[in-house]
């Protein structure tokens, strides 16, 4: 999980068309092994159909969107009420992935940068390079497939992780210990529609900051 703090300054540059400080990379660093318990996890981000479903029965507003599109734009507290109605409904327990599962599920057992391979390619997912300029329905480019199959793990919207943020332990000195300027305290990964290449990377953690205010979700299953 994450990137070896020696190869942090080579992200940057291979990034320094987008003008991002080098914090923004180095709170990946450094990699280290992870146990991580089997799990599964939805093939793609909730959509705007499977939230309707909530909204009439927990008596909350939906938005008037296309139902294939992935739910945009929610509370972190929105998408956990959205699992523990799952739950009580269906068999099994549902919750947002960790930091970890989700990091899982996008790079399978290897090093790749992006959930398709090594390289980016603006055809694998729906970010600022793409130039689509809105949201698109889910499985909508299926070459971005992580190693599992799972898809729309880079770009279309971003996605909560139940995991507050936090340095990894030995992180760089210049790894903020707090992100004080983020919405919510919590992980999102992946990058949404707006976002350019640098979140599409498996690696990449980051947040909800203003003007934003929420993101997508999707399930795991334990």
Known sequence: MGTPTHRIDDVVRSHADLRLPRSFFAKEAPRHDVVVPSFEMSLTPVTVAQWRMFARAAGV?????????????LALAEATR????LTDAREGTFSLPTEEQWERAARGSDAREYPWGMHFDAGCANTAEAAVGGRTAVGSYPRGASPFGILDMAGNVDEWTSSPYAPYPGAPPDVPVVESWAVDN??????????????ARCARRHAV???????????VRT
């Open 82 to 85: 959205f699992c523990a109605w």
């Open 61 to 73: 507003p939906s938005a008037a969107v296309d139902d294939r599109f992935p739910i945009d734009g």
């Open 209 to 219: 900051y203003p003007p934003a205010f929420g993101a997508g979700f999707r399930l």
């Open 186 to 199: 919590h992980i999102t990964r992946g990058g949404g529609w707006i976002h350019h290449r640098d979140l």
